[in-house]
């Protein structure tokens, strides 16, 4: 539940222009009232949506909005249509109505439900008290907690398996040379190595 008339106690929606939309081809005269409303307030209670968010003494000048209220032939209302912002340019809520633009007006805007905050704020409610500015920071701690517990960090490197054939002739590369074994491998070498023993 959203209290805004404790969260702005002073707040009025300034409603005027009211006109009455009679449906004639409705049985029973179902009738439709519409008007304009532009909400002002001074922000003195606390206002819970998503989480409780302290008084902040910021007043709130709405965009006009248009409403509309349907009723039934008992005389009361079925259906509430509301937060048609008609001049985005007026007010300090960003050109947002309804609660989205008091909290704009009162520094702690919604994420804008096209965005992947807003997205997450749609199917997890309790995060919508949470501004741009605290997700970073949020983000700062979780990247920050990878760091610290090496997470993303490559293993070291694992040398290649060395098969038979390869192993042997990595032995010979690493054998020293005796006399015998030179002048086996080269003709010149087994000649003067001849000599040299007669």
């Not at 009455?20 to 049985?27: E, F, G, M, Y």
């Not at 008091?102 to 199917?123: E, F, R, V, Y």
């Not at 002739?169 to 005796?178: D, R, S």
Request: net charge positive; charged share 15%; with cysteine.
């Amino acid at each position: 539940k959203i209290d805004v008339k404790g969260a702005f106690p002073n707040g009025s929606y300034n409603a005027r222009n009211f006109r009455v939309q009679w449906d004639s081809k409705v049985r029973g005269q179902v009738y439709k009232v519409w008007c304009r409303t532009q909400f002002q307030g001074t922000h003195t209670g606390v206002l819970t949506f998503g989480r409780p968010i302290p008084a902040t003494g910021k007043t709130v000048m709405g965009a006009p909005e248009i409403m509309s209220f349907t009723f039934n032939t008992a005389g009361k209302v079925t259906r509430v249509t509301a937060d048609y912002v008609v001049d985005k340019t007026e007010g300090n809520t960003g050109g947002w109505g309804g609660v989205r633009g008091m909290m704009h007006a009162i520094g702690s805007p919604m994420p804008d439900p096209w965005t992947m905050q807003g997205k997450l704020c749609k199917s997890f409610p309790a995060l919508l008290g949470f501004t741009q500015t605290m997700g970073i920071w949020a983000l700062n701690g979780v990247l920050f907690g990878a760091v610290l517990s090496g997470a993303g960090k490559r293993a070291p490197p694992v040398p290649p398996p060395t098969t038979s054939a390869s192993a042997s002739v990595a032995k010979k590369a690493t054998a020293p040379v005796t006399p015998v074994a030179a002048a086996a491998a080269s003709p010149v070498a087994a000649a003067a190595t001849a000599a040299a023993v007669a």
